[in-house]
């Protein structure tokens, strides 16, 4: 998992920026398919979550939800 992408769900993050920063290894940029995934099914199976918010200066944005225990 990528950290610069797990802090910025942790700080929330648009769209567009987990976009900024969801970078493979080598350089390309994951599709929306693979943001989803991760959010979605990654981080779930390690027992995080993410929760949609929206603000009026930014729009929809995404938030990172730690367990208790983390």
Partial sequence: ?????????????????????????????WDDKAISALMYSDLRSKGYGVRTKHDLDRGLYYQLIVPDAV
């Avoid at 610069?4 to 350089?27: E, Q």
């Fill in 1 to 29: 998992m990528q950290q610069r992408f797990v802090d910025a769900l942790h700080k929330g993050a648009t769209w567009d920026d987990l976009r900024a920063v969801a970078i493979r290894a080598d350089g390309t940029p």
